[in-house]
């Protein structure tokens, strides 16, 4: 069964660092996500993407972050200068249409 | 507005034994409800979605949902309890009339299945 998939799966950075984390999605599927997860806390939606743009963003997606789908397969996540507070656990999610979404493992970022 | 609760941080239960994780939820049109299961280290993974038709909703691993539009609620639940269930379960609801394509998710429930 495909499978959402994400690299890597733990990335350490420095505060003030750019950090580019990276999905491939499910091949056939048209609607791409990234959400994240403070730990203990809840999955908050950064942003969704379709059509080769954004089709909505979070309060918490701000100047600091971009996506991009850079070829056929592959949709990143970049923040630009990291914060401590950037530290989550980071998911790609993809959906077919606008109903059910499939998540990828994550992406744990460090912030020291 | 969406909006959707878990209003237990854990929940126990004996192995054998019937399960329930409970989800209320706010919405101003119809909702879509989604159930999802968070194993360690992992990412969510799809268990079962309510969109319209009956309310009893079956899903992945013997799990099944009730919807309840007088009570809005969307409750998961099993007949008996397996070990290896020991999970994060996160309800989502998403406003059919809110004009997103994102769901709200819950803060997550914990479920520990005891031998």
């Known amino acids: 069964e495909p499978e959402v998939t994400q690299t890597p799966s733990h990335q350490v950075t420095q505060m003030g660092q750019e950090v580019i984390l990276r999905c491939v999605p499910i091949s056939n599927h048209l609607y791409f996500y990234w959400y994240r997860q403070i730990l203990g806390q809840k999955v908050e939606f950064l942003v969704s993407?379709?059509?080769?743009?954004?089709?909505?963003k979070s309060e918490i997606f701000d100047d600091q972050f971009s996506v991009e789908r850079p070829d056929g397969s592959n949709f990143t996540l970049k923040i630009r200068s990291t914060k401590l507070e950037d530290s989550a656990m980071y998911f790609c999610a993809s959906s077919p249409g606008t109903r059910v979404q499939y998540f990828g493992p994550g992406t744990r970022l460090t912030v020291t | 507005a969406q909006s959707v609760a878990q209003p237990e941080d854990q929940v126990n239960v004996a192995e054998g034994n019937p399960l329930t994780v409970k989800c209320t939820y706010s919405v101003s049109g119809n909702p879509y409800l989604f159930w999802y299961v968070q194993y360690p280290n992992r990412g969510l993974q799809f268990l079962l979605k309510?969109?319209?038709?009956?309310?009893l909703v079956k899903g992945s691993y013997g799990f099944e949902a009730e919807f309840n539009k007088s009570q809005t609620s969307f409750h998961l639940k099993k007949p008996s309890a397996l070990v290896s269930d020991s999970a994060l379960y996160f309800c989502?609801?998403?406003?059919?009339?809110?004009?997103?394509?994102?769901?709200?998710f819950g803060r997550g429930t914990s479920l520990i299945v005891h031998p």
């Open positions: 309510y969109i319209t038709g009956d309310n």
């Open positions: 993407f379709y059509n080769n743009e954004i089709s909505e």
């Open positions: 989502a609801v998403r406003d059919e009339a809110g004009g997103s394509y994102i769901p709200t």
